[in-house]
């Protein structure tokens, strides 16, 4: 059963950064495009960022320039470096596969950009 387990989120000011990680485990990770995802409460699930399988990034306009997908196929791990952090940049943010999402989300992390 796939598990994500997400860190790195908490409280920054407006202009702040804050670096995610997201370790994946039961999962072949090598052989899917990945995504960080982020929701606001009432809203969608937006994706903000995907890094392929092949290591190509695009972005969300709203977060292009800002933020950065990386991952470490021997770690299983994906990240995100978030700089410039604004108040709407706030939400509970998850990884997952592009595409074919898996249903099991994890619980995301919190991250709340406020002064």
């Known amino acids: 059963q796939v598990q994500f387990v997400v860190s790195g989120g908490g409280l920054v000011q407006p202009g702040g950064s804050l670096r995610l990680s997201c370790a994946a485990s039961?999962?072949?990770?090598?052989?899917?495009?990945w995504g960080w995802y982020r929701q606001v409460p009432g809203k969608a699930r937006d994706l903000v960022a995907v890094?392929?399988?092949?290591?190509?990034?695009d972005y969300a306009d709203d977060v292009k320039g800002r933020f950065t997908i990386s991952k470490d196929n021997n770690k299983r791990a994906v990240y995100l470096q978030m700089n410039s952090l604004k108040p709407n940049d706030t939400a509970v943010y998850y990884c997952?596969?592009?595409?074919?999402?898996?249903?099991?989300w994890g619980q995301g992390v919190q991250v709340t950009v406020s002064s």
């Open positions: 997952n596969a592009v595409g074919r999402p898996f249903s099991s």
């Open positions: 039961g999962v072949t990770f090598v052989q899917y495009n």
């Open positions: 890094i392929s399988s092949r290591g190509n990034t």
